[in-house]
T-cell receptor
Framework: GAGVSQTPSNKVTEKGKYVELRCDPI?????LYWYRQSLGQGPEFLIY????????DSGLPNDRFFAVRPEGSVSTLKIQRTERGDSAVYLC???????????????FGEGSRLTVL | GENVEQHPSTLSVQEGDSAVIKCTYS??????FPWYKQELGKGPQLIID?????GEKKDQRIAVTLNKTAKHFSLHITETQPEDSAVYFC????????????FGKGTRLHILP
């Protein structure tokens, strides 16, 4: 596709359930990022990948959160035992290279809105 | 780690007037400062960026300034138009160390008719 695609766009789940959020980056982008955005706040860094490996996962809030990118393209963010505080928009972004290098512009998807009841 | 503070949280300006959004950062090693615009229901989109080897950059109605000594950077929008209404985020990172980009909390800009 032309841009970053995230599915589902909306997810409502019950406290304690398991959730998977998918990100399909722009073709050829080696870097992929996950951010979380709560209402009225800026994007909060969670994790980023260079290829298949997690280059920095320091933003994951606890061990209930995990992300994979097994083939260096599509990534899945996994949340176990969801809590009401996990409710937010989860944003995925991709870039040609990491960080703010010459081709490091982040291209964001429209996000997956997660609501935990 | 890096911390980015952004002010104001909300800004209303008359159409045609200028808008200024200010940010500070904590890590003196940060050297890349992008600005993103987010419209309702969309992901943020890069509108302009500046690197620490320059003090100012301009692109049509948008300009950014950087004061490395004070660790301040600002976004200036001139001749504001209705389509400028959105949430704007400043951010910072250490470009040459493959660092993550840290965002401010955002400024909601309202352009009044």
């Amino acid at each position: 596709g032309a841009g970053v695609s995230q599915t589902p766009s909306n997810k409502v789940t019950e406290k304690g359930k398991y959730v998977e959020l998918r990100c399909d980056p722009i073709s050829g982008h080696t870097a992929l990022y996950w951010y979380r955005q709560s209402l009225g706040q800026g994007p909060e860094f969670l994790i980023y990948f260079q290829g298949t490996g997690a280059a920095d996962d320091s933003g994951l809030p606890n061990d209930r959160f995990f992300a994979v990118r097994p083939e260096g393209s599509v990534s899945t963010l996994k949340i176990q035992r969801t809590e009401r505080g996990d409710s937010a928009v989860y944003l995925c972004a991709s870039s040609l290279i990491l960080s703010g290098g010459a081709d490091g512009e982040l291209f964001f998807g429209e996000g997956s809105r997660l609501t935990v009841l | 780690g890096e911390n980015v503070e952004q002010h104001p949280s909300t800004l209303s300006v008359q159409e045609g007037d200028s808008a200024v959004i200010k940010c500070t950062y904590s890590d003196s090693a940060s050297n890349y400062f992008p600005w993103y615009k987010q419209e309702l229901g969309k992901g943020p989109q890069l509108i302009i960026d500046i690197r620490s080897n320059v003090g100012e950059k301009k692109d049509q109605r948008i300009a950014v300034t950087l004061n490395k000594t004070a660790k301040h950077f600002s976004l200036h929008i001139t001749e504001t138009q209705p389509e400028d209404s959105a949430v704007y985020f400043c951010a910072a990172s250490k470009e040459d160390r493959d660092d993550k980009i840290i965002f401010g909390k955002g400024t909601r800009l309202h352009i009044l008719p």
